[in-house]
Nanobody, 122 residues
């Protein structure tokens, strides 16, 4: 199983970015997908999750109304649209796959990508 995240970069506060994560080696629509992030000196934290069908989405309070998670099962891809970025969003962003349900706990996820760095300057 491979999860390949991309789309990170250096942006200014208020800008937007869209992260993508392409999955291979698994039956994509058997899995809920999540995005997590790890900021310097901080623990990994849940950012957003989407159920296998895309019918339900979940967000951390810190990104709700700014970020949007979606998926395209035909392309084995999950996206994270990030708008109104803030310096505190600076982190390495990871996508992860969880068989069945979507939860906010990183320990529940089965597979992880290597991450993509997002840096937001003030």
């Amino acid at each position: 199983v491979q999860l390949q995240a991309s789309g990170g970069g250096l942006v200014q506060a208020g800008d937007s970015l869209r992260l993508s994560c392409v999955a291979s080696g698994l039956t994509f629509d058997d899995y809920g997908m999540g995005w997590f992030r790890r900021a310097p000196g901080k623990d990994r934290e849940f950012v957003a999750g989407v159920t296998w069908s895309g019918g339900s989405t979940y967000y951390a309070d810190s990104v709700k109304d700014r970020f949007a998670i979606s998926r395209d099962n035909a392309k084995n891809t999950v996206y994270l649209q990030m708008n109104s970025l803030k310096p505190e969003d600076t982190a390495v962003y990871f996508c992860a796959a969880q068989k069945g349900l979507v939860t906010r706990s990183w320990q529940d996820y089965d597979y992880w990508g290597k991450g993509t760095l997002v840096t937001v300057s003030s």
